[in-house]
């Protein structure tokens, strides 16, 4: 940091919303922002310069670093001491404890007012956590929650054996049921845990170990 400022990093594909965060970032006199990005490939060109906190958005499609959980992922091993603060429009339960697992403990919720920027900011200079109210709530109801709980007895037992490697006809062999049972099986326990796709539902099971060693 220089002398007088936390020097600020602003990323967000949607220009309104980048500029709403710099604009609220402008207004405190110990904050400077000093630069912004549409995407993942200007970010890390910017990261080359000096900056005490990332601002960036979770879905930011279009760059050649990817973005969601393959950038910070990035950005971590590139920055391992540059302090993040997430900003997202999704809500699902899975993403925030995946966030978390992964040491990304500022985070804003789009549904949340703007204001809620700046002292995000200020907690991740002096790693400190802040969640927005929405974000906040979240982290409350996964305090002490068991995910198996919210499948029934027949999704975990199709999730226990996808997740250790079989296909769904594998699975349908093994339990005797027809393909398009457990297809759909999969797909309901899926849409319990909060997981669009594959790839998020081996990411939150490797984050919350909750198969054990399947």
Do not use: W
Not at 42 to 60: F, G, K, N, Q, S
Not at 108 to 129: C, G
Not at 175 to 196: C, F, H, I, Y
Request: with cysteine.
């Amino acid at each position: 940091m220089d002398s007088q400022h936390i020097r600020v990093i602003v990323a967000d594909d949607h220009p309104v919303i980048r500029m709403g965060i710099e604009v609220e970032l402008g207004h405190i006199p110990g904050i400077r922002v000093v630069g912004s990005a549409r995407d993942s490939t200007e970010l890390v060109a910017l990261l080359a310069e000096p900056c005490d906190v990332l601002v960036t958005d979770y879905a930011m499609p279009g760059g050649e670093h990817g973005d969601g959980l393959a950038l910070l992922a990035y950005i971590a091993e590139q920055f391992p001491t540059l302090p993040i603060v997430v900003v997202t429009a999704i809500d699902k339960p899975a993403l925030v404890r995946t966030l978390l697992a992964r040491g990304i403990v500022d985070i804003v919720s789009k549904a949340d007012a703007m204001t809620h920027i700046v002292p995000a900011v200020q907690a991740a200079f002096v790693r400190r956590r802040y969640h927005s109210p929405t974000i906040a709530a979240i982290v409350a109801a996964l305090a002490g929650a068991d995910p198996l709980a919210k499948l029934s007895p027949r999704e975990a037992e199709v999730m226990a054996l996808f997740v250790a490697g079989l296909s769904i006809s594998d699975i349908a062999e093994r339990l005797q049921r027809s393909k398009q049972t457990v297809s759909t099986q999969k797909v309901n326990a899926m849409a319990k845990l909060g997981v669009d796709n594959e790839a998020e539902l081996f990411a939150y099971v490797a984050e919350t170990g909750m198969f054990g060693e399947s």
